[in-house]
Structures are given as structure tokens and as C-alpha cells.
T-cell receptor
Framework: NAGVTQTPKFQVLKTGQSMTLQCAQDMNHEYMSWYRQDPGMGLRLIHYSVGAGITDQGEVPNGYNVSRSTTEDFPLRLLSAAPSQTSVYFC??????????????????FGPGTRLTVT | LAKTTQPISMDSYEGQEVNITCSHNNIATNDYITWYQQFPSQGPRFIIQGYKTKVTNEVASLFIPADRKSSTLSLPRVSLSDTAVYYC????????????FGSGTRLQVQP
């Protein structure tokens, strides 16, 4: 298994440009999410998905769109890049479950990250 | 969603035991406690998870008191390669509940 893969590894954009960060997983995980991490900070949740066709907003969704047409892929779109979106972006996946009594947090598997610079 | 509080940073020396404590006063009855480790330029990596009392694996131990309002990650005999940021999480990744990472604890191990 390749696990969670992300492309590209590095990207430089000009203000106003749009682009899509790709994320794929081959573990048949239902739950996928996108985080951003600014220098010296913790991770902040952008969007997440509990299954194909279902997405929801996280802590910092503005300026980003997501879709989940397949279980494997969860692309993140930057609509009009701004310097404030300069960050490292991590995609993660995990098996779903833990409904009802057991609210266990299943292990999240993270991709290697995409370092994005917006000038 | 239970909020967690951790020290911002800790320093240690090689060979010492390191204990990082996390407070989670409003943890829900059925919530689990999970710790992640993150090295520079990498995504976080799962270390350990527990519900109550003590859990041990090949990497660390997790101590959870009876009231579950805090937890302590214990790293035995740390080495330079344990220098990383450690995150404490309480909650679930399933369902429609968002899971968020706090700022974590930056552990610096000196020779």
C-alpha cells in the first residue's frame, strides 16, 4: 500500500491564481481530511469528508473547496490564492467507525504534505 | 469537543524519561485519548491511544487517572530522534465531528 499520497510536494502561486492539491489513499478509508499548518503552529482542519459524496467544513474553510467523488480521492481547491494561504497542507485518512458507544479515534494516516507559497 | 491544554515546550537530555501531561477537563464519557508525534517537514504520526488506566506499546506509555481529566504521555529514555512536537487529542474522527489538533508540545532532546 502506498498509504496517503499528495501532489505536488511544492508549489508557488501568484495572488489570484487557482489550483488543486491532490490527495489519494489506497486503504479504503471512508474518512479523509485536509489540514493546514503554518510555521510553528499546530494543524488546523480545513475540510473533511466522512465518505464519497459527503463533505463538511472544518475550522478554517474559507477560500477552499473540496469534493469527494470517490473513496480514494479528496482534492482541495484554492479558488483565488492569497498570501495568507501560504502554508503546508496535509491530507489524512482514517477508517470510520466508533459510532454509538465507542467513540474511539481511529489512527489517522497523514500524507507527506504540500508546501504552498503564495506571492 | 473536548479542549486540550499542553505545555508549549519541554527540554530533556538523552537517556532521561520524559512525561508530557495534557489536560482535558470536559472529556466525554466515551471519548478516547490519542497522542501523535510530528517531526519537522512530516505529517503527524500516531503514537498511542487509551481510555483509562495505563496503556503501553513499544514506543511509549500513556497514563490516565480515574477521573480522566488529564493524561500523561511517558517516553522512556529519550534519544535525539525523539525531538518532535507531540499532540494530545480527545474525540473521534468518525461521523460528522471535526477533529482538531492544538499547538502541541515541542520536545527538544539535548545530547
Amino acid at each position: 500500500n502506498a498509504g496517503v499520497t499528495q501532489t505536488p510536494k511544492f508549489q508557488v502561486l501568484k495572488t489570484g491564481q487557482s489550483m488543486t492539491l491532490q490527495c489519494a489513499q489506497d486503504m479504503n478509508h471512508e474518512y479523509m481530511s485536509w489540514y493546514r499548518q503554518d510555521p510553528g503552529m499546530g494543524l488546523r482542519l480545513i475540510h473533511y469528508s466522512v465518505g464519497a459524496g459527503i463533505t463538511d467544513q472544518g475550522e478554517v474553510p474559507n477560500g477552499y473547496n473540496v469534493s469527494r467523488s470517490t473513496t480514494e480521492d479528496f482534492p482541495l481547491r484554492l479558488l483565488s490564492a492569497a498570501p495568507s494561504q501560504t502554508s503546508v497542507y496535509f491530507c489524512a485518512s482514517t477508517q470510520s467507525g466508533g459510532r454509538g458507544i465507542s467513540r474511539i479515534h481511529y489512527e489517522q494516516y497523514f500524507g507527506p504534505g504540500t508546501r504552498l507559497t503564495v506571492t | 469537543l473536548a479542549k486540550t491544554t499542553q505545555p508549549i515546550s519541554m527540554d530533556s537530555y538523552e537517556g532521561q524519561e520524559v512525561n508530557i501531561t495534557c489536560s482535558h477537563n470536559n472529556i466525554a464519557t466515551n471519548d478516547y485519548i490519542t497522542w501523535y508525534q510530528q517531526f519537522p517537514s512530516q505529517g503527524p504520526r500516531f503514537i498511542i491511544q487509551g481510555y483509562k488506566t495505563k496503556v503501553t506499546n513499544e514506543v511509549a506509555s500513556l497514563f490516565i487517572p480515574a477521573d480522566r481529566k488529564s493524561s500523561t504521555l511517558s517516553l522512556p529514555r529519550v534519544s535525539l530522534s525523539d525531538t518532535a512536537v507531540y499532540y494530545c487529542l480527545v474525540g473521534e474522527a468518525a461521523g460528522r465531528r471535526a477533529l482538531t489538533f492544538g499547538s502541541g508540545t515541542r520536545l527538544q532532546v539535548q545530547p
